[in-house]
């Protein structure tokens, strides 16, 4: 099939690699790392700062240098107030109304919980946000998400910072097949190309990482090879794959092979 | 008067969230305040006053995932 571009809310994005910027070696690196990846969109939060440090504005700098849209995120949050007031605090200081929804429900697994995520959904979507959920692979609340004004879905492949890919594989092809027109996203939980491969060959629209890059041991080498991985998955979807087969089927044509008049199996 | 300002205990002369951030050094920052989990706007600082026993928060732009 023709490949179409990756729009979401009215926008198009021509890398399907959406990356975070948290967790670099240095400045450095991450400008680095962000120019290798071709990412056109970087996540970004709002923390507590001293009134005397220097930190955030200069981080805020370099963000704007490298000329890449931001998702600001409400990492942390803990409830849908603390969420929503967060969200309202970046659309000010980031100037965008684009926002990655999170609330978080576990410190163990940062599994997002889902029932203050649809809520606060609700809210920041009648406020006038285009919000970005991180949610899990669960069928009824992307219904639900969507239902709140949702115009794209997060799913994670794996919790947050674990590198274990595409925990529930069938899950996330059922929610693609469920949703083939809602732009999906997977956040979270991968850890090399392959798994960004994987995700792009489900057919969801692009994927979500942050620490799989700036935690290599080259962080712009991988985010580089993340590149490679997200679009060669993403050509493999279009392509059209092969299905899976139980048995053989030789590749090379059976037609005029040598000696098939004498070799016979008993 | 006694406030919390990002979870820290202090002791302010100010009476407005505008005079607030002149005081602690953040006036010539980029930032986003809430008071008592309330977002106030930038414009709105001048006219946000503040009591003892608020919970200020000022954040600015940082990393992230």
New interface residues.
């Given amino acids: 099939m023709q490949d179409t571009p990756f729009e979401v809310y009215g926008s198009t994005l021509a890398s399907r690699l959406l990356i975070g910027t948290a967790q670099y070696p240095s400045p450095a690196v991450l400008a680095e790392a962000v120019r290798a990846s071709g990412a056109e969109l970087v996540t970004v939060s709002l923390r507590r700062e001293a009134g005397k440090s220097r930190a955030g504005e200069s981080f805020w700098n370099l963000v704007r240098d490298l000329g890449v849209k931001v998702l600001p995120n409400t990492a942390g949050c803990r409830s849908v107030k603390e969420a929503v007031t967060t969200a309202e605090m970046a659309r000010e200081v980031f100037a965008t109304d684009w926002i990655k929804l999170e609330v978080i429900g576990d410190d163990d697994l940062l599994q997002p919980d889902v029932f203050g995520l649809v809520e606060a959904a609700g809210i920041l979507s009648r406020a006038g946000f285009k919000v970005f959920p991180y949610t899990t692979e669960d069928l009824l609340v992307a219904e639900k998400l969507i239902g709140a004004g949702c115009e794209v879905l997060m799913p994670w492949g794996a919790p947050i910072g674990s590198g274990r890919g595409l925990n529930n594989v069938f899950g996330l092809q059922a929610l693609r097949k469920h949703f083939p027109s809602v732009p999906l996203i997977v956040d979270a939980g991968i850890g090399t190309p392959a798994h960004a491969a994987a995700a792009m060959e489900l057919g969801y629209d692009a994927v979500l990482l942050n620490t799989a890059i700036a935690k290599a041991g080259d962080p712009v080498m991988m985010a580089r090879a993340f590149a490679r991985a997200v679009e060669a998955g993403r050509l493999g979807y279009c392509a059209d794959p092969i299905p899976p087969r139980d048995m053989a089927e030789p590749s090379t044509p059976q037609i005029g092979r040598a000696f098939s008049d004498l070799s016979k199996r008993a | 008067m006694q406030i919390r300002v ?2 820290k205990a202090h002791e302010v002369a100010a009476t407005t969230l505008a005079a607030l ?1 002149a005081e ?3 006036h010539d ?6 008071v008592n ?3 106030v ?2 414009v709105d600082r001048p006219s946000t006053p503040l009591n003892p026993g608020d919970a200020v ?9």
């Fill in positions: 990002n979870g951030l602690l050094d953040y920052k980029l930032v986003a305040t809430a989990q309330s977002f706007r930038a928060e000022i954040l600015v732009p940082r990393q992230g995932g």
